[in-house]
């Protein structure tokens, strides 16, 4: 029975996963004269990219029965809700001034479609999974006295199609050579394709089709993509800032490891030459970070919220790590609409073994007795705070109508996820990682009686570690944190993986080696809690990123408005947690690595 269960249950998880994972593109090949299907997407501001709204909100040319595109999740996730059009287009057959419809607007949609346009609304088509986007109208203000302001509305479009041999490359949309139908205060309107009277607007939406042939094979087509941009680009290969980081890293983990490995020959070499003595009088005639040698390995008090940090952290390192390493070998294209959110889940739901492992692994090291709790714990310390942050978004989302509101059968597919991948593998990670735990391996005995901590002054308190902790491995990643953000709320794709690379693993160095040097400056003191001091040192990152995205959102981006702003600083928390969790770990290892290496080279009984 027992058995037949885990069969059910592993079938029911490999085809959830396999709903999860992004669908694969494949040449879509096409005879002269084959109709090539033109998907309307969604609409929405040009300076909020979240806030996304379905093409057909809009009181334009559709269909009287509307089919939309079978979606994948990542593309659901990313807000695509894809419909077929009226454009009709046929492989390698221009067409001129096609009629697409007759409108008559009223007066109430004249003012709707004025101001869409007057916020700088943009669409977005779909043609053989490529991106088209335009403008929907046009808006001219010049002059302040005397004042003139101008609405017009785009009727006609001209498709620009690259081909090469049988499959679609490249394609784009046009209004050069387009006069703007001008849409009034009132809902009247005069100009081409449009006709007005006193209670609204007659227009005539064209469009136009040309082919051109392409030297790009369609493996490359990607490359055309990438250099023509509706959006302006700002991402560049930033070398110098780079080396800049790099060269300020080095100087600081070569100050960092020389400092203390001088202080500590100079402890050891002190430490060591003293005659041996029971512990007594080594307490009574010495002192700093040798004194506390029975107070040391004392464990923490909240040992299960600790384990639960760690092995969360472990998870989104990993997590990290294998969505870099995929983004190398170029399995991120971007052709391919949300494939880094799909890929993202699967990997979270995959890697939920190693946060139970981890976990509890150490927490039963530590004598840790509720071991249950802390499986059940170590699951909902991150999807606990995610689900509370994508209720509030996708409620606003809902509210307004967006379609970045996820449908509810993807709520329940993220949730099946949740509950029949991610939470038993964190279950089965636990209990093996409660079987395979060893001893803590502590170099000392720990006393019964604690030590009393002498005063500390204000420079070793928690908050100045914080500071300094939390400072450092920002000044690393604070340039490649702009352009991360440029990408995630901005119109940019990122490519520059290598050097994201290049920049994690700097940004754990740091954190590493800064959680070094501050706790043997808080041992020095005879300061013994350093447990959850190690990871609130480095961890304290998180908080450093949460601000400045606080910055990036007043000072480097056009955002605005309740949708875009509940999202933004929504999921920018829940990041700045991702982080604070990592560096935690990281730094946490590192401390206790260096506790274990120092207190195991001293002679002492």
């Not at 949730?415 to 079987?435: D, E, M, R, S, Y």
């Not at 809690?529 to 056009?558: A, C, E, K, M, Q």
Request: aromatic residues 14%.
């Amino acid at each position: 029975m027992t058995l037949r269960l885990a069969r059910g249950w592993a079938m029911e998880s490999c085809v959830l996963l396999l709903c999860l994972l992004p669908q694969i593109g494949w040449a879509i090949n096409y005879k002269q004269g084959d109709p090539v299907v033109l998907y309307v997407n969604k609409v929405g501001p040009y300076h909020n990219p979240q806030e996304t709204y379905h093409y057909y909100t809009l009181p334009v040319c559709r269909p009287k029965e509307v089919h939309h595109k079978a979606l994948s999740l990542g593309e659901v996730l990313d807000g695509d809700r894809m419909a077929e059009s009226l454009y009709k287009i046929r492989f390698r057959e221009n067409t001129e001034r096609q009629i697409l419809c007759h409108l008559a607007l009223s007066e109430k949609e004249v003012d709707q479609l004025r101001e869409a346009i007057e916020e700088l609304y943009y669409f977005e088509f779909v043609l053989d999974d490529i991106p088209i986007w335009g403008f929907v109208g046009y808006m001219e203000e010049s002059g302040f006295l005397p004042h003139s302001h101008k609405v017009g509305l785009w009727t006609h479009l001209d498709f620009n199609i690259e081909y090469n041999g049988d499959s679609v490359i490249f394609a784009n949309v046009s209004v050069k050579d387009v006069k703007p139908v001008p849409l009034e205060e009132g809902g009247g309107g005069a100009g081409r394709g449009a006709g007005g009277s006193s209670e609204g607007l007659s227009v005539t939406h064209t469009y136009s089709v040309h082919w051109f042939e392409s030297p790009l094979p369609h493996a490359r087509r990607a490359e055309r993509l990438r250099d023509y941009s509706f959006f302006p680009k700002t991402l560049e290969i930033h070398w110098l800032s780079i080396i800049n980081s790099l060269v300020l890293v080095v100087l600081l983990l070569g100050f960092v490891i020389i400092i203390l490995m001088r202080v500590l020959k100079n402890d050891f070499a002190r430490y060591n030459v003293e005659e041996d003595g029971s512990c007594d009088d080594l307490d009574q005639g010495d002192n700093g970070w040798k004194i506390i040698h029975t107070d040391v390995f004392r464990f923490p008090p909240y040992k299960s919220l600790l384990c639960s940090v760690l092995g969360v952290g472990a998870q989104f390192l990993t997590l990290a790590t294998g969505i870099i390493i995929m983004a190398l070998l170029g399995m991120f294209n971007v052709h391919r609409h949300g494939a880094i959110n799909s890929a993202a889940i699967v990997l979270y739901a995959l890697t939920s073994c190693v946060s139970g492992y981890c976990s509890c692994n150490f927490y039963t090291q530590i004598h840790g007795q509720r071991w249950v709790w802390n499986i059940i714990l170590t699951s909902s310390l991150f999807s606990a705070p995610l689900f509370l942050t994508w209720s509030v978004v996708n409620s606003v989302h809902w509210w307004s109508g967006s379609t970045q509101a996820l449908p509810a059968s993807t709520v329940l597919l993220l949730l099946g996820a949740w509950v029949l991948v991610g939470f038993p593998l964190t279950v089965i990670g636990g209990i093996v990682g409660k079987n395979r735990a060893g001893s803590f391996q502590a170099p000392c005995r720990t006393r019964n009686i604690p030590r009393q901590i002498p005063q500390q002054p204000w420079y070793k308190h928690t908050a100045v570690h914080m500071a300094i902790g939390g400072f450092l491995p920002f000044s690393a990643i604070s340039v490649e944190l702009y352009y991360i953000f440029a990408t995630v709320w901005g119109r940019e794709h990122y490519t520059l993986y290598g050097i994201l690379l290049c920049v994690f693993a700097i940004l754990l160095s740091v954190g590493a080696c800064i959680s070094v040097a501050l706790t043997y400056f808080l041992l020095s003191g005879e300061d013994y809690r350093w447990w959850w001091r190690s990871i609130l040192s480095t961890g304290s990152t998180g908080l450093f990123i949460f601000v400045y995205s606080l910055f990036y959102y007043h000072n480097r981006s056009s955002m605005s408005g309740l949708v875009q702003s509940v999202e933004f600083f929504g999921y920018s928390l829940l990041t700045a947690f991702v982080f604070s969790l990592m560096l935690g770990t990281v730094s946490f290892w590192a401390s206790l690595t260096f506790i274990r290496y120092i207190y195991r080279s001293l002679k002492m009984d």
